[in-house]
């Protein structure tokens, strides 16, 4: 019976109520460390067709009669459009179609931001369309920028309002301190770029529109077109087999699709709405920057008396502030914290959630910041994060389901020993330091999401849920899972995913979500599907079902019998057996969160202000690993773009228009192979006893949390200088380099 | 109307000026695994081989190409590099993926054994954002194995 029960969901630590229907026998969890294909390192199931060219992405999909959208953007950070004019713009040669803000909400008279969207044209060919928007006629008036986040909260300029946070005493906590350190960090503002750009293709065919969208969430896309559009949800497909990128950038329809299902729909045709790189760049979200003021206390042994934080986040015209104060919140065992976040309204583009969303601003952060504190105290950073180490989230003081983050420690040691070798290193202006930083995050996914597991006459099976790959490989995960359960090798698992309108409801894919949500309902349904195999085995074979078993590609009978599933399965012909499967709910009275550590080594010029980054260790803690192949590779390029983040990729705007300055992609510096330092990655592989039927955590984002604030502290072992600004240029490496110089030599630094 | 060879099969195009060699492929020939991410040259997603040279085929005008043999990804299915790529997991979301291996499959054309070094050089021009360079690294050193 389908048992009704109301549980809690959370998503990148926004937390919500609701009911799920959830099976009435719930599958016990695997038995830790590797088994005979979970645990396994595995190739991609679709590594080959990627690879080959095969797979057809958004960008790839050439529909009969497709038509081409062009945007007219606002070329302003703030502006009013006074004089629209698009006649000529209609009777350009193959124009099909033009959009004011008369006809789409998403299309504005007054852009906040430079990039957003005005009006639009359909044509035969992009060029035509961008050729189309060169006759529109606009007269703008151009308004003053509000740009300055600082100013904007004076202003009372706030997406929302501030939100505040107390625990215990902090005031008291500082007086109680023995030593106090405090310190001003600035984040920068960080772009995206997934190398497919935010786009989709819209088709209506009667009543039903057909959304093909690069997406990280096929059912929000479903979910937000239906209510905007106020169509039932079913009359809206949403399809997405191959995206190239997200990184917490496509978890919404966004502007260009409801331009194009309008567009579609006028010209009855199929319409691309595809931003080009420089769109993307200025108008598809963003990594907001933010300011931290921090300040610490703590007693001589170490013992955190005290945190607090005053965080203010440049969120730009729209979008939400990230939860930056989130680690200082959640990390350590401090009966007295402190924080409020505000979150500025500027003329800048809109943030939109990227990679651990406002985790890695905080982390960089607080870390530094305990680093300092650590110098402080003259105690090791290590020792003094370990001493302040917590099993339970004070902020509403509930157990974490599972945390091994003092194993990651441990196991962090080795790495952490290194320091005397590599300081050695140091010669003439380039000096070497070891830095490390925790790291705390989300992760542990939630319910509804639900899978079927189809198994066929031939003994081969198919997952099918309506969930997304967005390039993590949660589709080889969901075959490994599916192939443990019913015995089988991996290549005789297929997985079908990508369309809602052919397979069930699935999770979003952000929030390290996807495998703790999909996983476990797609061993709910494999355990289905093997436990009617097993029914039809026991009568076919007159044995008790109890003693049977599925292992090897067989069914296995404990007195030593065993026949190939393709025997048993065979005896239905074209019948099938159709198992099917839910998502669980998250233990009750818990917090399911990731965790780890990472320790990195860098030379720094002294004299030029160069930085280095030789080696990152990470040791994280997502509790059972499906896949380490694929799980080393989502710690890889979580550093990587955390390395660019830390030192090189910052978007810059003009500080008077407000224009943004690198759009491009050799102006705006992203890491290439040529910068990736040695990693080494290791994880801890131990399922969350409390966590569902598989004990797994989601990875794609805990690695980029704590790499900038290791790489800064291992800086300060370098050279004394504490860089306190993303990202570390030349000019942020040198400045503190000087404040430090001056420090020593006892007087204040230069501004 | 004028002749490409593209991936030894010779094609009659009849396409306006203009045309970057990237469109022709993609739109023209129906060849979509050459990509696209920026358009400008900056990333090396679309790189394609005009007679054996990595070129970035978003910024070559295809009536330029004149008899110059153009291989593009899906005329190298069958090369070694696909299955290291696969079987390194030097691979993502997989949209620069084909860039990627048509680069490296100039470079071990050239130089079979490269070191780690001549690799980093090679293909510094081809960006992932999901940052999966180690593996194509290791992808590109072992692609013999």
């Known amino acids: ?22 099976d009435e026998d719930p599958v016990e969890q695997w038995p830790a460390g590797p088994l005979e294909v979970v645990g396994q390192p595995a190739v991609r199931v679709d590594g080959a067709a990627r690879a080959r060219g095969e797979a057809i992405y958004t960008a790839d999909l050439q529909l009969p009669g497709m038509l081409h959208v062009a945007v007219l953007r606002s070329p302003h950070a703030h502006a009013r459009v006074k004089k629209l004019d698009l006649s000529k713009t209609e009777e350009a040669p193959g124009v099909r179609g033009v959009l004011t803000p008369d006809d789409v909400d998403v299309l504005t008279r007054e852009p906040g931001y430079p990039g957003d969207p005005v009006a639009a044209v359909a044509a035969d060919s992009f060029g035509q369309a961008r050729a189309a928007l060169e006759l529109a006629e606009v007269d703008w008036e151009v308004l003053e920028p509000l740009l300055d986040p600082d100013e ?19 005031e008291r906590g500082f007086a109680e301190a023995d030593v106090v350190v405090e310190a001003e960090y600035r984040t920068q503002t960080v772009l995206h770029n997934p190398l497919e750009t935010h786009q989709s293709v819209c088709r209506w065919e009667g009543d039903v529109l057909t959304v093909y969208i690069s997406t990280q969430y096929i059912w929000g896309v479903r979910s937000e077109i239906a209510e905007k559009l106020e169509m039932p949800e079913d009359k809206v497909r949403v399809v997405c087999h191959y995206m190239g990128g997200g990184f917490g950038a496509k978890n919404h329809p966004g502007a260009y699709t409801f331009i194009g299902a309008e567009l579609a729909k006028r010209t009855g045709r199929p319409v691309r709405c595809a931003l080009t790189r420089r769109e993307e760049n200025l108008a598809s979200g963003n990594r907001h920057a933010t300011i931290q003021r921090l300040r610490a206390g703590a007693k001589a042994d170490g013992t955190l008396t005290a945190l607090a934080g005053e965080f203010v986040m440049a969120v730009g015209w729209t979008g939400f502030k990230s939860w930056t104060a989130g680690p200082m919140k959640m990390l350590y065992a401090c009966p007295n914290v402190s924080t409020v976040e505000h979150g500025a309204k500027i003329n800048t583009g809109p943030n939109a959630a990227f990679r651990a969303p406002g985790f890695v601003e905080g982390t960089f952060g607080l870390e530094c910041l305990l680093d300092e504190l650590a110098a402080k105290l003259e105690l090791d950073p290590l020792e003094l994060r370990r001493r302040n180490h917590t099993d339970t989230d004070l902020v509403d003081d509930r157990p974490f389901s599972s945390k091994n983050l003092l194993e990651c420690y441990r196991r962090a040691d080795r790495h952490w020993g290194r320091r005397d070798e590599v300081r050695a290193r140091s010669k003439g202006p380039w000096k070497h330091g070891v830095g490390l930083a925790s790291q705390i995050w989300f992760g542990g996914g939630g319910p509804p999401s639900y899978a079927w597991v189809r198994v066929g006459s031939h003994g081969r099976a198919t997952v099918i849920t309506a969930m997304q790959d967005i390039g993590t490989g949660t589709k080889t995960a969901m075959a490994q899972i ?42 709910a349904a494999a355990h289905d599907a093997a436990r009617q195999i097993l029914e039809i085995a026991a009568q076919r074979y007159h044995l008790e079902e109890r003693v049977l078993s599925l292992r090897g590609g067989k069914v296995v009978s ?34 399911v969160l990731t965790f780890g550590v990472q320790v990195a080594e860098v030379a720094v010029d002294v004299e030029t202000g160069e930085v280095r980054v030789d080696r990152i260790a990470a040791i994280h803690d997502v509790g059972r690993v499906i896949n380490p192949l694929g799980a080393s590779s989502q710690v890889e390029g979580g550093i990587i773009q955390g390395l660019g983040h830390t030192l090189s990729e910052e978007r810059l705007i003009d500080p008077e228009s407000g224009a943004v300055l690198n759009q491009t992609l050799d102006a705006y510096k992203m890491p290439t192979i040529a910068d990736v330092p040695e990693i080494v990655t290791e994880l801890i592989d131990v399922p969350d006893e409390h966590l569902t039927n598989l004990g797994s955590k989601g990875l794609g984002e805990p690695p980029i949390v704590p790499t900038a604030a290791a790489i800064a502290n291992a800086i300060r072992d370098a050279t004394g200088a504490d860089v306190r600004s993303l990202p570390i240029s030349r000019e942020e490496m040198l400045r503190a380099l000087r404040e430090a110089k001056e420090r020593a030599r006892g007087t204040p630094a230069a501004v | 109307m004028f002749e490409l060879t593209v991936n030894g099969q010779s094609y009659a195009l009849d396409v306006p000026v203009g045309r970057s060699l990237a469109a022709a492929l993609r739109q023209d020939l129906g060849l979509t695994g050459t990509k696209v991410a920026c358009g400008e040259g900056h990333c090396g997603a679309c790189t394609v081989l005009l007679d ?13 190409v004149g008899d110059r043999e153009v291989t593009t990804i899906e005329g190298l299915r069958d090369h070694a590099l696909v ?28 130089n079979p054994s490269p070191s780690r070094e001549e690799i980093r050089h090679a293909m510094s021009g081809n960006i992932c954002r999901c940052g999966a360079y180690p593996k194509i690294e290791e992808a590109i050193l072992t692609w013999r194995d």
């Open chain 1, 1 to 22: 019976m389908a048992r009704l029960i109301r549980t809690e969901k959370e998503v990148e630590g926004n937390y919500t109520e609701q009911w799920i229907v959830v």
């Open chain 1, 558 to 591: 404990a007195d030593g019998g065993s026949w190939p599933l393709e025997e048993v399965t065979g005896l239905l012909e074209d019948a099938q057996i159709l198992g099917k499967g839910a998502r669980g709910p998250n233990p009750a009275g818990m917090r």
């Open chain 1, 482 to 523: 599916a192939a443990e359960e019913l015995g089988l090798p991996v290549e005789h698992v297929e997985v079908v995913i990508g369309d809602s309108a052919r397979g069930p409801y699935a999770s979003i894919s952000a929030g390290s979500s996807t495998v703790p949500s999909m996983g476990p309902a797609v061993r």
């Open chain 2, 52 to 64: 054996g040279v990595p070129t970035l085929s978003c910024i070559t005008l295809v009536h330029t």
């Open chain 2, 83 to 110: 299955e290291a790529f696969v079987r390194t997991d030097a691979l993502q979301c997989g949209f620069c993926t084909p860039g990627q291996i048509v680069s490296a499959s100039a470079l071990v054309e050239a």
């Open chain 1, 152 to 170: 904007a909260v004076r202003r009372g300029s706030l997406i929302d309002e501030a939100e505040r946070y107390e625990r215990g005493d902090a």
